[in-house]
C-alpha cells in the first residue's frame, strides 16, 4: 500500500532523514520508534507532503506522491493526525470536524459519519458548539484522532498520540488507534511509548539518527536484547 525508498529529508543543511526505506501492508498498523530527534515525525511529514524529500521515492497504492502537496495527498486517501493534536482552538467541535472533510462534496455521508463518531464518543457529541481549546487534553486527542477519520483516510498517520495525556486516556488512546485498524484502515504510527506501540503493531521499524535500524513484527523486537535495553528499560 504504502512503500518509501531511500527517503532522504534536510532542513536547511542538517540531514534529518537518511536513506530511509519502508513498507506498510494494506490493513496493517505499523509503527515507528525511536528517540527523540531520530527522524519519525519528518518522516511522517514527508509521507503527508507536509515536507518535500530533499531524495527518495514515496509511492501510496502504486501512484508516485513523492511530490504532491499535503491537498493532493489527503485527496488519495492518506490523513495525518499530527503531535500536539492541533485542533483550531477558537473553533466549534463541530467545525473542527467539518474542517477534516473539507475535500469531500458527499453531504449525506458526511453528516453519516459525523453521527458515527458522535457515538463512538459521546463527550464530543455533548460538546460539539463548545471552542475545541476549552477541551481537556484527552478530549483533544478524541477530536483530533475524529478530524482525520473525517476525511475517509485510507491510511493515517499518528504522531505522538499518547503526548501529554494521563495514564488512563494513554490507554484509551491506544485502544482507539486500534479499533480504527480493525476497521480496516491502515495505520502508521509514531510513538515514543516504546512498549505500547511495539504490543500494538504488526511490524515496527527501529530510526536512529534518521535510518532504520531494526525491523521486524512487534513482538519479534519487544523480545530484542539491544531493543529492551535501548528503549524499554529492561
Do not use: W
Not at 475545541?132 to 499518528?158: C, D, H, N, W, Y
Amino acid at each position: 500500500m504504502l512503500k518509501v525508498e531511500g527517503l532522504v529529508c534536510r532542513y536547511g543543511r542538517v540531514e534529518a532523514v537518511r536513506d530511509l526505506s519502508i513498507e506498510v501492508h494494506r490493513g496493517e498498523l505499523v509503527t515507528l520508534i525511536g528517540a527523540n530527534g531520530a527522524g519519525k515525525t519528518t518522516s511522517l511529514k514527508a509521507i503527508s507532503g507536509l515536507l518535500a524529500p530533499a531524495a527518495g521515492r514515496i509511492v501510496f497504492d502504486g501512484e508516485d506522491i513523492t511530490r504532491a502537496s499535503a491537498r493532493q495527498v489527503l485527496e488519495r486517501g492518506i490523513a495525518h493526525c499530527p503531535e500536539g493534536r492541533r485542533v483550531f482552538p477558537y473553533m466549534s467541535v463541530r467545525e473542527n470536524l467539518e474542517m477534516g472533510c473539507f475535500l469531500r462534496r458527499d453531504a449525506a455521508g458526511v453528516a453519516e459519519d459525523m453521527d458515527r463518531l458522535f457515538a463512538r464518543f459521546p463527550i464530543l457529541h455533548e460538546r460539539r458548539n463548545q471552542a475545541a481549546g476549552t477541551l481537556s487534553g484527552g478530549e483533544q486527542q478524541m477530536l483530533a484522532i475524529s478530524r482525520a477519520l473525517m476525511s475517509r483516510p485510507k491510511l493515517v498517520l499518528f504522531d505522538e498520540p499518547s503526548l501529554g495525556l494521563a495514564p488512563n486516556l494513554v490507554e484509551r488512546t491506544f485502544e482507539i488507534i486500534e479499533s480504527i485498524r480493525k476497521d480496516g484502515v491502515t495505520v502508521v504510527m509514531v510513538e515514543q511509548n516504546a512498549f505500547a506501540a511495539l504490543e500494538l503493531s504488526d511490524r515496527s521499524y527501529v530510526l536512529e539518527q534518521g535510518r532504520v535500524t531494526l525491523t521486524g513484527t512487534g513482538r519479534a523486537l519487544l523480545d530484542d536484547p539491544y531493543v529492551r535495553q535501548a528503549y524499554l528499560g529492561a
